[in-house]
């Protein structure tokens, strides 16, 4: 089992920023994929951003780029979403998800993930 905490949300106003981190702990896996995920009132979860481990490579929704970074730090376990220029549609419960035996590039649908937080709150007001 592998259990995912995630902090960092909050509120902010428009055009602020917000770092939210992913722990994991439990079980390892030699090649795998941390993502973020959000889903907003009434709306289907959403991936946001993802990152492999062996490869670092890092993956993007086109609604963040270049306003989200996602990194990792393996020693500590850690994933974080660095959020810059924060717009009011990026309201959203923010999730952290694995999956543990990644294949090719990281899934953007959330059946493609094994592991999930509990989510954190991020507010942005106009």
Not at 15 to 40: D, E, K, P
Not at 44 to 56: D, G, L, M, P, Q
Not at 67 to 72: L, P
Not at 103 to 126: A, F, K, L
Request: charged fraction near 15%.
């Amino acid at each position: 089992q592998v259990q995912l905490v995630e902090s960092g949300g909050g509120l902010v106003q428009a055009g602020g920023s917000l770092r939210l981190s992913c722990v994991a702990s439990g079980r390892t896996f030699s090649n795998y994929a941390m993502a973020w995920f959000r889903q907003a009132p009434g709306k289907e979860r959403e991936f946001v951003s993802a990152i492999t481990r062996n490869a670092r490579s890092t993956y993007y929704a086109d609604s963040v780029k270049g306003r989200f970074t996602i990194s990792g730090d393996n020693a500590k376990r850690t994933v974080y979403l660095q959020m810059n220029s924060l717009k009011p549609e990026d309201t959203a419960v923010y999730y952290c998800a694995v999956d543990k035996g990644l294949v090719g590039i990281p899934g953007i649908t959330p059946t493609t993930y094994d592991y999930w937080g509990q989510g954190t709150q991020v507010t942005v007001s106009s």
